[in-house]
Each structure stands twice: as C-alpha cells, then as structure tokens.
C-alpha cells in the first residue's frame, strides 16, 4: 500500500514540475509559475513592478494618501436583522461606529478610533430594554 502512495506522490509531482507533456500548469522553463508570469505581463504593460519601477510614472513611488468613506445599512423586517456601519480614515487614523439589534430587543452601538500611536479603541454602549419572550405551556409540553 505504501508503494502505491508512494508511486502516486512521484507522478504527481514529476507532472507539476513539467517533465511530463501535456501538463502547463507547474512551473515553466524561465523558473516561473504560470500565474505569476502572467501577472507580472500585465503590470509591466501598466507601468508597474515588470519594469523595475514600483507602480509610479518614471520610476518614482507613487504614495496616494489614504482617505476614504463609507456606510451601509440593512433593515429587514421579515428576519429582524436591523444594522448600520460608519468608517472613516484619514492618514494613519481610522473611526467610526457600527450599530446592530440584539436578540432581546436591545441595540449595541460599538465606536471605535484607531491609529499607530494608540492602537485599536472601542467602547460599546447599549441601548434599550431587553425584553424575552414570553412562554406559555410548561417545559417540553408541546
């Protein structure tokens, strides 16, 4: 049994490593995968990493400040998923808040600040009363 494995294990392998014909899909004979030397054809036909250069015009690094905005909200009432996230970055800092409804009726707002000389900050609040159903019947009585 460990003979078969064994034989399997260097098919598979002598396959992938292209001595066998017929199979492209392991490394070809520039020392490249197929994948890798692909996608570094389209980045140097964009100017970028295929040509020395690390993305800008010139050979010269191209640093976009980073700044972005975002939100999105979900409101269903047939399965009662109520949530909304707000995220801001400006620089190195990143805020914003998410609010979700718990399953007993309360909401939990996170808001949250993070940046390289403080790291990760949130603090949660919750609103709201927490309401259970209300059974009737008894345990296992159906």
């Not at 389209?42 to 990493?49: E, H, I, R, V």
């Not at 020395?52 to 939100?71: L, M, V």
Request: glycine share 16%; hydrophobic share 25%.
């Amino acid at each position: 049994m460990f003979a078969k494995i064994f034989v399997i294990c260097v098919v598979i392998s002598v396959t992938y490593a292209g001595y066998i014909s017929g199979y492209s899909g392991g490394y070809n004979s520039f020392g490249a995968s197929g994948a890798s030397s692909y996608a570094n054809s389209k980045l140097s036909s964009y100017g970028g990493y295929g040509d020395g250069s690390y993305g800008g015009h010139d050979g010269h690094d191209a640093y976009a400040y980073p700044k972005y905005s975002f939100n999105y909200a979900v409101e269903d009432p047939h399965s009662g998923d109520h949530k909304s996230q707000h995220e801001e970055r400006d620089g190195d800092v990143v805020k914003g808040y998410y609010t979700l409804k718990e399953a007993d009726g309360t909401t939990r707002t996170v808001e949250y600040v993070a940046d390289k000389h403080n790291g990760f900050n949130a603090v949660v609040h919750r609103s709201g009363h927490a309401g259970h159903p209300v059974s009737y019947g008894g345990h296992g009585k159906y």
